[in-house]
């Protein structure tokens, strides 16, 4: 087992088609996507928003806003990758090289991505499409939504 991360989002403005997260893994270590959680904190409004998690050849670690994903055991060290959230259309999204799931949500339940431990998601220290993950709400809400969630991500190796 490696060393294992939340990757947050608190109330995240957002009106339009975006990357909630893009993650990339370093390149001496391999990135296993273990859970994946999508809420919205005001909306009392029945609506289906479709969500893809998806690899990508697209680079978007300079874009949108940095996370600093959070270990989950006390003194573990820095992850190695990169995680951005909230990247709009102005800052021109990732190609989705390889689609791995879509799904809508309703957004008063929200979506949850709990994948079998043969199912989880790997993403590789080779620099490229491997290394890359995209998971992006693919319509715009009817309104702005202000939405939450995490991932929790684990790094083996590095």
Known sequence: MGRMYTAPLDAV???AVCELWFIAAPTDAVVVIHEVVITQDTSETSEQLPIR???TTTDQ???GTGITPAPLQPGDAAF????RS???TAETFAAE???????SQNVINGWHFLPT???RIYL???AGVASRLCIKLDVAPAAALPISGYVILEEIGG
């Open 13 to 15: 403005a957002v009106a």
């Open 53 to 55: 998690i998806f690899r």
């Open 61 to 63: 670690s300079a874009k």
């Open 80 to 83: 190695g990758g990169v995680v």
């Open 86 to 88: 909230n990247i709009l």
């Open 97 to 103: 090289t390889t689609m791995l799931e879509c799904q």
């Open 117 to 119: 431990p043969e199912t």
């Open 124 to 126: 590789s220290p080779t």
